[in-house]
């Protein structure tokens, strides 16, 4: 292991709107040595997510951004190498924030252990991990979900939104997708049982939406803003819940968009019909990770809640994938195979 | 009484933007002779509020709008004059919703009858009435005040942000008051007890708010909308909560404002910040009355709560002042006193 090689992805310069190839840069460290109270991981998956957007800018945002020079940031699965740590043993397998590159040090801050029986290690980025944990707290929480209730998803065929219509359909409401091309929204229809999905890419999504929804919007689970959320606005019943966890639409956007200033027609919108809007992070229902696991992972067994995956191989690709992700290229949560994974044969 | 006439003012026509004198009639109508299982009620004194001018306009809202040539709606404290009702006899005070006229009939519906030794009769259409459980209701359950915090109130001398201010600092929270005029400022820091009260009228809103809420904004207590909104927006704590109540600076917009969009950017904070911005009328929470009564009740006699009113005499000068409310030129909850009061010699 030492005379071992580190693959690392910098983050090269802060884009300026969309992320470019140049953002970021592909360098080699040592592999460390853990110290006292450490262990060395070797990440087998990493996690992209949309929010890495935002970690990618200057500005405030919930956590801190990536600094110019510095590893990305990102949530892995892992197996222990060498361990410290009494808690860990070689050959265990662990979810954390690690971080664009092959090997990394961590002291059990915020390191989760992966049961390989509950299913693919790799669902513990997804469906069992943060996306689905987002998608079960946002929705239970802030949603509130009652049966004969319509509730709207945007990026339905993805990590949190896919999550977020299953139990929505469990929980006993019309689900309505929206998604990006028709395959996503076959997917949504046929594999997930929304009840419609609509292509986003297509003209007319104010019309196709009202005809989806002929009782109105209950929820609107928002993961997406612009054009969508103009949409879905007219269309929310009095009492009508918009749990906010994403904003996909905007987060490369360098400049406001062109007038008129909307914020007093939505504004007016949360009076008249008394909306609740409510950002949120998945770490804010940190506690009710238990509760997730029990629900969502016996969900998944029983068949209940269906999950796909978008797997490339090799840390290289990570950027182009991320920019990909942006666009909204990928179908299912989106996944990268750094390295092999030691239970799968 | 049966040659008595009914003086009424009548919408005569929608308005475009700010109201004007012509949007409104006198006329004048026989009284009404109650019927079985009705009352007739003499107004005594006419609410005069915000949300007023909403009626005025056909667009849907949380109510239905007042038709062309109808009496203008409006809640009242009335003495009763002839019962066919059990429970209400001649002498009796009550308060209801029967519009802008000196007489009307009421089966009982909605009427609650007013106890004239808990204060004056016309407290029951302000601090003891639908103001008042307004601010209580609004800042208790959705602002969720905690000791310490900073609770931001527009409006700060009026009928529901005086109310609003003063039990937040109940709560133990700093209030920062913002209002219209030096005069209502001092009026909010040196009778009502707010922390500091801010001038909208003076330039360098923003700057000023920043100074004053050196800890952030974790409540805002919305009813005013427009530049007041931006200023605190920037100010807000994590995890802050916005009530939104009205939204008086867009009342007589007849167009949106210019742009840049800024929907992308509060829906940036909502998200970032994990805000809660939740718009509610005072009917939602119209089982917490007798709470309401009991505390405010108790707060008022108790001087921890004061309360001023802005009454103005005669029927037909309701138009003009309704117009001058929407300018902000009253001081103090405005109220209308249409005919004498009977508890007052």
């Not at 390989?116 to 946002?138: D, E, K």
């Not at 929310?236 to 904003?247: E, H, I, M, Y």
Request: proline content about 8%; charged content about 25%.
């Amino acid at each position: 292991m030492t005379a071992a090689r580190n693959r690392q992805i910098l983050l090269a310069s802060r884009p300026t709107g969309e992320p470019t190839p140049d953002n970021f840069r592909l360098a080699e460290a040592d592999v460390p040595e853990p110290g006292p109270g450490q262990m060395l991981l070797r990440t087998v998956y990493l996690s992209l997510d949309p929010y890495m957007r935002g970690r990618m800018d200057a500005g405030p945002s919930y956590a801190e951004p990536v600094g110019v020079g510095a590893v990305m940031e990102g949530g892995a699965v892992g197996e222990v190498v060498k361990s410290n740590l009494p808690q860990y043993r070689p050959g265990d397998i662990a979810v954390a924030r690690t971080g664009w590159q092959e090997f990394a040090l961590s002291d059990g801050t915020g390191v989760q252990k992966v049961d390989p029986a509950l299913g693919p290690i790799s669902y513990a980025l997804g469906v069992l991990g943060m996306p689905g944990l987002t998608a079960y707290t946002g929705l239970l929480n802030i949603g509130q979900p009652k049966p004969g209730e319509t509730l709207v998803v945007a990026a339905a065929s993805g990590a949190v939104g896919s999550v977020v219509g299953q139990i929505g359909r469990i929980k006993g409401c019309r689900v309505v997708g929206i998604a990006g091309g028709e395959r996503k929204c076959r997917y949504a229809t046929e594999e997930l049982g929304f009840d419609e999905c609509l292509d986003h890419r297509q003209p007319g999504l104010d019309k196709r939406l009202k005809a989806a929804c002929p009782k109105g919007i209950d929820i609107y689970f928002e993961n997406v803003g612009g054009a969508v959320f103009e949409a879905v606005l007219p269309l929310l019943n009095t009492f009508a819940r918009v749990p906010v966890c994403g904003l996909i639409a905007h987060y490369n956007d360098a400049d406001l968009p062109a007038g008129p200033n909307r914020v007093p027609l939505l504004m007016r919108s949360v009076l008249v019909k008394r909306l609740t809007v409510r950002g949120f992070i998945v770490g804010d229902f940190a506690a009710q990770y238990p509760d997730f696991l029990r629900d969502v992972g016996g969900w998944l067994r029983e068949g209940r809640v269906k999950y796909r995956e978008d797997v490339t191989d090799g840390l290289e690709n990570a950027p182009d994938e991320l920019i990909g992700l942006l666009r909204g290229e990928n179908f299912g949560k989106k996944v990268i195979r750094v390295g092999p994974d030691p239970t799968r044969g």
